[in-house]
């Protein structure tokens, strides 16, 4: 997708799912590990907002045991609530939520710049992933990033993950196994490929790490192993986690500013609570994960997974609240599908017939937030794109 001085930008407008995944796309989900000794699921007296686990090297707790079967499946892609409770400040996503003015949310066309020969490359930005590996590896190639193999081509080109790699896709552990691999690729080209900390990243190892440890939760006890299952939490997964993966985990940043881009998983002000800058706001969930608190990494996990912040009246001030604090003059996000934004509807079981109609990422609040979140879970559409978006 190189392209030589003078050229016009190419405008992207093909979907995913018109876009042929390539040969490399399709490998099967590894298989499950066997002999674990299946174990019940504890009584879902809980609320589903866990939080984070330990930093580098996990301390010795609890490993979440195998599962002979799941919970019932949340009904809706959004973040699940355990039995009738839902703890304080707890948005869930719904199918009825009040469609918004279409003025205030746009749908954008992406373009693809030139790239730079010499210096810092082009920016891309990855939205909400679950597990979904065939269709990133699909939306990787179609941007030029990958080449037919799986393997970095992008050159000096910059591209962030805003998070959430696991839980309801089919090969979630695939995915975190081939940013890892992506990020040392980009590395060796001059280019770099990072990630976010997302709220299911925080819910995996919380589940790991803490499986069925009561957990205050602030409407009952909880525990995050409940509520990683009711949010779709796949025991290939968990079978296939390795601490190297745990450990990755728990170093990614959670807020970060790139070319006037303040880029975070949740469309939250929650991060507002863990520091005034960036870096301290990266250090101090940092620090949270290593304390290994089950308390205070559930909290965490519950302030993140809040949501629709800059969507309703005074979304705007709280965008300018955030930019105020860390920076920036847009704020780029996931966490949030796109349809749910809109108060669309659409489906879990991948029909594209009635599925939602996600052409690009959507620009709101006053064009101060970018929602990038495709709603991939729902028969919509991973986005990768560059930024900036030209409207």
Excluded at 19 to 27: E, G, S
Excluded at 53 to 65: F, I, K, L, N, R
Aim: with cysteine.
């Amino acid at each position: 997708m190189t392209q030589g001085a003078g050229q016009e930008p190419v405008v992207r407008t093909a979907t995913l799912r018109d876009f042929r995944v390539p040969p490399y796309a399709q490998t099967p989900v590894p298989p499950q590990a066997q002999g674990a000794p299946p174990s019940s699921v504890p009584p879902h007296t809980t609320d589903p907002h866990p939080p984070a686990p330990g930093a580098p090297v996990p301390p010795t707790a609890a490993s979440a045991p195998p599962h002979t079967a799941a919970p019932p499946r949340a009904p809706h892609p959004g973040n699940a609530v355990v039995g009738d409770e839902q703890p304080e400040g707890y948005t869930p996503t719904e199918r009825d939520l009040p469609v918004i003015r279409r003025g205030d949310t746009v749908q954008v066309q992406t373009v693809t710049e030139p790239r730079s020969d010499e210096g810092r490359g082009p920016l891309f930005v990855v939205g909400d992933v679950h597990g979904y590996l065939d269709e990133l590896l699909a939306a990787l190639g179609e941007q030029g990033l990958i080449d037919a193999e799986g393997n970095w081509a992008a050159g000096n080109a910059r591209l962030w993950f805003l998070g959430d790699f696991t839980d309801r896709g089919p090969d979630g552990i695939g995915v975190i196994d081939l940013v890892m691999r992506l990020s040392a690729e980009a590395a060796a080209a001059g280019g770099y490929c990072k990630a976010l900390m997302g709220n299911h990243e925080l819910l995996l190892i919380g589940a790991k790490r803490f499986a069925d440890t009561p957990v205050n939760s602030g409407a009952g006890t909880a525990t995050f192993q409940a509520a990683w299952l009711l949010n779709g939490g796949q025991k290939a997964d968990m079978d296939r986690l390795q601490d190297v993966h745990l450990q990755w985990m728990s170093r990614l940043d959670a807020v970060v500013e790139e070319d006037g881009h303040l880029l975070m998983h949740s469309d939250t002000t929650a991060y507002l609570d863990y520091g005034s800058s960036i870096e301290g706001v990266n250090d101090t969930i940092t620090a949270i994960l290593t304390r290994n608190d089950a308390d205070e990494c559930w909290d965490l996990f519950r302030k993140l997974t809040k949501r629709f912040a800059f969507r309703d009246e005074g979304g705007s001030q709280a965008v300018r609240e955030l930019l105020a604090t860390y920076g920036g003059q847009r704020v780029v996000h996931g966490h949030s599908p796109i349809p749910y934004l809109l108060g669309e509807v659409g489906t879990e079981e991948g029909d594209d017939s009635s599925g939602p109609v996600v052409n690009g990422p959507h620009v709101y609040a006053d064009g101060l937030a970018i929602a990038m979140d495709g709603g991939v879970t729902m028969a919509g559409k991973l986005l990768v794109v560059q930024l900036p978006l030209h409207d």
